[in-house]
């Protein structure tokens, strides 16, 4: 089973918004709202920033944000800070044998 | 407060045999799903393995199906991974994370610190 299909880096200057995508197929992303995406800091572990597409856990600033259409998820990151840099991955519960699958990240970098 | 701790990690030929563990500590550790997922080293996530709450289903991604065997001992709040017929590809470090808490499905909440795995001759 391929990972999930992200882009390799997304740049932006302080303040801006960035989107980055996270394409699957019908199995994965575009047949189950069990999209969660991971923001990992540099040295750190990874942590949850959405689950089920659009859902924040507790703790987690609302300039993050998630949605879904069809087979592709997004992560919006609004009002971009210099702490926001790091890797970001998507994941997706899926209906292969591999049960979850994981984005190959995406590097984000603040200008 | 959440805590998971890994510990089993270290250095074996390829063909040789590693047990880790994970500790789990601050919740109902035997009601959760808990995961192994693993990171070689300068690359991505790469999930590994789940254990549903009672042992009642396993699932592992390919590339180590056949070769690893998830566990739980929910009377010590612990989770093992034992890893057979390890290969160089296996190097990484190898984190447990818990399923998250309530109305959310296959998300990770908690994460330990990871174990690192290095399989070389």
């Known amino acids: 089973q391929s990972a999930l299909t992200q882009p390799a880096s997304v740049s932006g200057s302080p303040g801006q918004s960035i989107t980055i995508s996270c394409t699957g197929t019908?199995?994965?992303?575009?047949?189950?709202?069990?999209v969660s995406w991971y923001q990992q800091q540099p040295g750190k572990v990874p942590k949850l920033i959405i689950y089920d597409v659009t859902n924040r856990p507790s703790g987690v600033s609302n300039r993050f944000s998630g949605s879904k259409s069809g087979n592709t998820a997004s992560l919006t990151i609004s009002g971009l800070q210099a702490d926001d840099e790091g890797d970001y991955y998507c994941s997706s519960y899926t209906t292969t044998d591999t049960h979850v699958l994981f984005g190959g990240g995406t590097q984000v970098t603040v200008l | 407060e959440v805590q998971l701790v890994e510990s089993g990690g270290g250095l074996v030929k390829p063909g040789g045999s590693l047990r880790l563990s994970c500790t789990g500590s601050?919740?109902?550790?035997?009601?959760?799903?808990i995961n192994w997922v693993r990171q070689a080293p300068g690359k991505g996530l790469e999930w590994v393995s789940s254990?549903?709450?009672?042992?009642?289903?396993?699932f592992y991604t390919d590339s180590v199906r056949g070769r690893f065997t998830v566990s739980r001992d929910d009377a010590k709040n612990s989770l093992y991974l034992q890893m057979d017929s390890l290969r160089a590809e296996d190097t990484a470090v190898y984190y447990c994370?818990?399923?998250?808490?309530?109305?959310?499905?296959?998300?990770?909440?908690?994460w330990g610190q990871g174990t690192l795995v290095t399989v070389s001759a």
């Open positions: 994370a818990r399923d998250c808490e309530g109305n959310c499905y296959s998300a990770f909440d908690y």
């Open positions: 601050g919740f109902t550790f035997h009601t959760f799903t």
């Open positions: 019908s199995s994965d992303v575009g047949g189950y709202n069990y």
């Open positions: 254990i549903t709450s009672s042992s009642y289903f396993t």
